[in-house]
């Protein structure tokens, strides 16, 4: 519940198709369905770019970063959004808009479902 | 050391561009080199096909899988074949020759270090 008279910040949240689904790929074949959704997931950290400015907000202060946060990867501004916004659909990313800025931070369970189906370990 | 007289199979190693290399994406921003080399990993694993497959072969009795193991993926035998090998190019799979098949298997240093790579744990 939101005290009254707080500021409700817009949040954008995480698609819902990007939620971890699957079990450790060592333990059996995925389905078609799950397969489908989880390759999207690795998909959105098969570019270089796109895995570059993903540790850059992993390792950012303070766990988020937005575009104004980010400079010398080797691509515009609109290319860095553009990005950031393909990892937030996948679910790696989730965001949040304050004032003129959309912060973007690591959604840390989907991130982890991923290392596990990796290597349960 | 081989015992005199064994069979001598042809192993088809893994390509060498395809060791593990990087920190925890939460460390440090990966450098271009560095997000270049391990995107290569995650792409191998963006397609739904390739990740299913990949699975499939994780998971086989043995821990190993050829294409003459693979049916019901909705593709062609070639098409199998042409995944596989991308996945051993990436560095995802390692692969024998034994008479007529390829068998291949998951390479467990390379999963193990991008799972590390996504969480350390």
């Known amino acids: 519940m939101s005290k009254p008279g707080a500021v409700e910040l817009p949040v954008l949240t995480t698609s819902d198709t990007a939620a971890p689904c699957c079990p450790p790929l060592t333990e059996r074949p995925l389905t078609a369905e799950e397969a489908e959704r989880t ?61 003129t800025w959309v912060y973007y931070k690591v959604a840390p369970s989907v991130v982890a479902a991923m290392s596990a189906m990796l290597d349960p370990r």
Request: glycine share 10%.
């Open 39 to 99: 390759a999207a997931m690795f998909k959105a950290l098969g570019d270089p770019v796109r895995l570059r400015l993903f540790s850059l907000v992993a390792s950012h202060a303070g766990g988020e970063a937005c575009v104004c946060d980010i400079s010398d990867v080797g691509v515009s501004q609109p290319t860095v959004s553009h990005h950031l916004k393909k990892l937030r659909e996948a679910g790696l990313l989730t965001s949040e808009r304050r004032g």
